[in-house]
């Protein structure tokens, strides 16, 4: 079955600075990519997806590549503020299956 | 439009005992999920339902029974509640499986304590 590796588990910055999560997956056939956001005491929330016919998207402040060679794809939130921090996870869905199998999240802290 | 709902949000019971978590959605979703969350570990699928009457097994089904009578309702039940199942459960839902056409959507959570 699918494996997604998701790096870093935390991660800590400054207001303003940018802040990237990478994840790796197993399965060449995983078609679509999406990441989600959970705030304190909330259930996940997807914020910015990507499909496999696609290197990169962005919406706003972040942005999401994708490199199916290697087999990664990466979130990119530029400019952070406080209201950022949350857990984030990553995903990868099989055009097979259409179940998500998720990477074990990183918690990300925004320091005014 | 009350979306996907959970109850109850906090649970505390005993080792032994048995245990019903409650999930309910307003959208007609075909898809339904149970997954928990554990530090270090995230979000791991329990069971899932791609339609009533049928389920399918997740990554951790051991320990827990589902079942899907109405679209609407996706019940999870820890027969005989151990400590390991101390966790954070989440009830998800999508139209259809999961792709950049069919968006999954989470409810608030329960929180399981087993002591």
């Known amino acids: 079955g699918e494996n997604v590796e998701q790096h870093p588990s935390t991660l800590s910055v400054q207001e303003g600075d940018s802040a990237v999560i990478k994840c790796t997956y197993s399965?060449?056939?995983?078609?679509?990519f999406p990441w989600y956001k959970q705030e304190l005491g909330k259930g996940p929330q997807l914020i910015i997806d990507?499909?496999?016919?696609?290197g990169e998207k962005k919406d706003q402040r972040i942005a999401v590549t994708l490199n199916k060679t290697a087999k990664h794809f990466s979130l990119h939130i530029t400019e952070t503020q406080p209201e950022d921090s949350a857990v984030y996870f990553c995903?990868?869905?099989?055009?097979?299956?259409?179940?998500?199998?998720f990477g074990r999240g990183t918690s990300l802290i925004v320091h005014p | 439009d009350a979306g996907i709902t959970q109850s109850p949000r906090y649970k505390i019971t005993e080792t032994g005992r048995q245990v019903t978590l409650m999930c309910h959605q307003t959208w007609s979703h075909s898809y339904m999920f149970w997954y928990r969350q554990d530090l270090g570990h995230g979000l791991r699928l329990i069971y899932y339902s791609a339609a009533a009457d049928i389920t399918d097994k997740g990554e951790v089904p051991d320990g827990y029974v589902v079942s899907r009578s109405k679209t609407e309702n996706f019940p999870l039940t820890l027969e005989s509640a151990t400590r390991s199942q101390t966790s954070v459960y989440f009830c998800a839902s999508s139209l259809e499986g999961v792709s950049s056409y069919n968006e999954q959507f989470f409810g608030p959570g329960t929180r399981l304590t087993v002591l």
């Open positions: 990507i499909r496999s016919n696609v």
């Open positions: 995903a990868a869905v099989s055009g097979g299956s259409y179940i998500p199998t």
């Open positions: 399965d060449s056939a995983s078609n679509y």
